[in-house]
């Protein structure tokens, strides 16, 4: 049985930093595609980072090159590290993963949400101004 189960949210003032983390169970991390994604009341879920099987990663616009995904094998867990937040990024953090063995081959759309077959249960980051 597949358990994804985010952690690190918080509340933090404009300008901090936050790192999530999301524990694998069940799944392999170094071997699959994940993702994290974000959502805020009303509005659809987001993807924000993705990281391929051999480690390629891709980034939403609104990024920036303020966040980095990553992976550590032998935790088997994944990590989101925020950097320079700002209120937008206020909003609920999912971790999300393929079904075993889906390797991303650059047709699918890593930002669909229908893509993923599991997904944690979110952490909460507030950020305030």
């Known amino acids: 049985q597949v358990q994804l189960v985010e952690s690190g949210g918080g509340s933090v003032q404009a300008g901090g930093s936050l790192t999530l983390s999301c524990a694998a169970s069940?799944?392999?991390?170094?071997?699959?595609?994940m993702a994290w994604f974000r959502q805020t009341p009303g509005k659809e879920r987001e993807g924000v980072a993705f990281?391929?099987?051999?480690?390629?990663?891709k980034y939403a616009d609104f990024v920036q090159g303020r966040f980095t995904i990553s992976r550590d094998n032998l935790k088997n867990t994944l990590h989101l590290q925020m950097n320079s937040l700002q209120p937008e990024d206020t909003a609920m953090y999912y971790c999300?993963?393929?079904?075993?063995?889906?390797?991303?081959?650059?047709?699918?759309?890593?930002?669909?949400?229908?893509?993923?077959?599991?997904w944690g249960q979110g952490t909460q980051v507030t950020v305030s101004s």
């Open positions: 999300a993963a393929t079904s075993v063995g889906r390797l991303y081959d650059g047709i699918w759309s890593w930002r669909q949400i229908s893509e993923y077959a599991y």
């Open positions: 069940g799944y392999n991390v170094s071997l699959n595609v």
């Open positions: 990281i391929a099987r051999y480690g390629s990663t």
